[in-house]
């Protein structure tokens, strides 16, 4: 009994734990969000929505590297604290010129009637959108000094502020009043949480203009733009050729799917979110060999926790359609979605060691090449076999297994270990984890009753027991001792 109250005041007093359990709380709420705003827009007005949230996605991608950079060289110098500042305060003058460049874009679609966007109504809600876009830029930056330096809960805040909002407006609106007050709660949330993290911030942060300084971030930052930019335009592409040649119904169907499959994932995000800058730290100073034993680490505890999500999840969806009877039909794009996203976390960790090593351009041109076979995949699938729309993230599922190939074997010649493919293979996606993965995959092409997803999930926690004991016993470990994770 002593041994559990002294677990549970380390727990209390513990404030990586107190970060991840509000973020999972976000999580939970974010969950329940997804569920009743499926059911209170519907089929067309979720189409509508999840269009709205791609062109916002397409927007923060489209950053030139500056956060990416400003991140990466922040957390690698977090010791210059006047480095930092100047660092960060040109990040900031360089986000206020691409802004206007947005609203520029923004302002000619409109004048010049390109009519993008028409099949779902988007000159209507464009200039509100804009306000989330524009406040993500510096969000985000704002959100990388707060990180640095451990001051987590004002990022808490700001990453709940939108789902509590949602979670009130379900309570008031339905149908396209709903998707109005969604979009004007998004605007609330972004224009609040700027002021927020203006207030008291652990550096001085204010726009400067030091030319060396463009030239550094942006030298770092347009390998990294091209590398994240391309990576993450794998699956927004493929979410924009189901929304450009399927119904706005269809498309809606496949943003419910999406929207879920990521929510489980959502769960390893806060801490992925609080170690990465430790991450760059460590990896831009150690040697080969301890490199190579913190990836191993790391990677064995958040790819073995994200299978399991994976696995539990398909098991149980059925539950949630039998409550969600409409989007019935979206159960297969679910399973398919779900073991796509979970393929993207067999690469955690090698993306944080190549950039801490200065492999940003390799990075680039990996996810140029992964982008362009997304796309050449999706165009067959959608274009000349015209698939179910549920099908076409079958491209990004095999594009993602080519990247973390490609990836998995520059991270092992860069520490200069096994990298022939039958080793990587056995790395990125080992017998433990491919068999029950694969299990789902056939069980899913076969639209198998939903009883018989028990099985890979049995063989799951057969073949991986030994990491699950090991990642409970890690987990008491943070619990008593935080500094394990010292942000």
């Not at 969604?182 to 726009?207: E, R």
């Not at 050729?241 to 879920?260: M, R």
């Not at 190579?292 to 790391?298: F, I, K, M």
Request: hydrophobic share 50%; glycine share 4%; with cysteine.
């Amino acid at each position: 009994m002593t041994q559990v109250l002294h677990i549970f005041s380390k727990a209390v007093n513990n404030k990586v734990l107190k970060y991840i359990f509000s973020r999972y709380l976000t999580y939970f709420i974010q969950f329940i969000n997804s569920l009743f705003i499926a059911i209170y827009l519907g089929p067309y007005y979720l189409g509508v929505w999840g269009f709205i949230n791609l062109i916002i996605q397409y927007f923060a991608q489209i950053n030139f590297g500056i956060g990416h950079s400003a991140n990466a060289i922040a957390s690698i110098h977090k010791q210059k604290e006047g480095y930092v500042k100047m660092i960060i305060g040109t990040s900031i003058s360089m986000f206020i010129i691409l802004s206007a460049i947005v609203i520029f874009l923004f302002t000619a679609n409109d004048a010049l009637n390109f009519k993008f966007g028409e099949k779902y109504n988007f000159s209507q809600y464009a200039p509100l959108v804009l306000i989330p876009i524009i406040m993500g830029y510096f969000i985000g930056l704002l959100s990388v000094t707060y990180r640095i330096y451990g001051k987590i809960y004002k990022i808490a805040f700001s990453q709940t502020v939108f789902p509590v909002i949602t979670l009130i407006t379900l309570f008031f609106f339905r149908g396209s009043n709903l998707l109005w007050a969604l979009i004007l709660g998004l605007c609330f949330s972004t224009i609040t949480s700027i002021i927020l993290f203006l207030i008291n911030p652990p550096i001085k942060v204010k726009p400067i203009f030091n030319w060396r300084l463009v030239k550094i971030i942006q030298n770092k930052g347009w390998f990294l733009f091209i590398y994240n930019t391309s990576f993450y335009l794998i699956i927004l592409s493929t979410r924009s050729f189901v929304s450009a040649f399927y119904s706005v119904e269809e498309f809606g169907y496949f943003t419910f799917a999406f929207t879920l499959a990521n929510a489980i994932l959502l769960l390893l995000e806060s801490l992925s979110f609080l170690i990465y800058p430790k991450l760059l730290n460590r990896f831009a100073s150690a040697t080969n060999e301890r490199a190579s034993n913190l990836l191993g680490l790391v990677r064995d505890m958040y790819i073995t926790t994200s299978h399991l999500l994976i696995h539990i999840a398909i098991f149980i969806f059925p539950l949630f359609l039998s409550f969600l009877p409409k989007y019935e039909q979206a159960s297969n794009a679910f399973n398919i979605i779900s073991l796509t996203v979970v393929l993207y976390t067999n690469s955690f960790g090698y993306s944080g060691l190549l950039i801490a090593k200065g492999e940003e351009k390799r990075l680039g041109q990996y996810s140029i090449i992964a982008l362009c076979i997304n796309i050449i995949i999706a165009f067959l699938l959608v274009q000349i076999y015209h698939v179910h729309y549920s099908y076409v993230i079958f491209s990004t599922m095999f594009t993602y297994f080519f990247y973390v190939i490609l990836i998995g074997t520059l991270g092992a010649r860069r520490l200069k270990i096994k990298s022939d493919f039958i080793s990587v293979l056995k790395d990125i996606l080992p017998i433990r984890l491919l068999t029950p993965y694969f299990t789902s995959v056939i069980l899913t092409l076969f639209s198998a009753h939903y009883e018989y997803f028990i099985i890979p999930l049995i063989l799951f926690i057969t073949l991986n027991y030994k990491q699950l004991c090991t990642i409970k016993s890690t987990s008491k470990q943070i619990i008593i001792n935080p500094n394990l994770i010292n942000i």
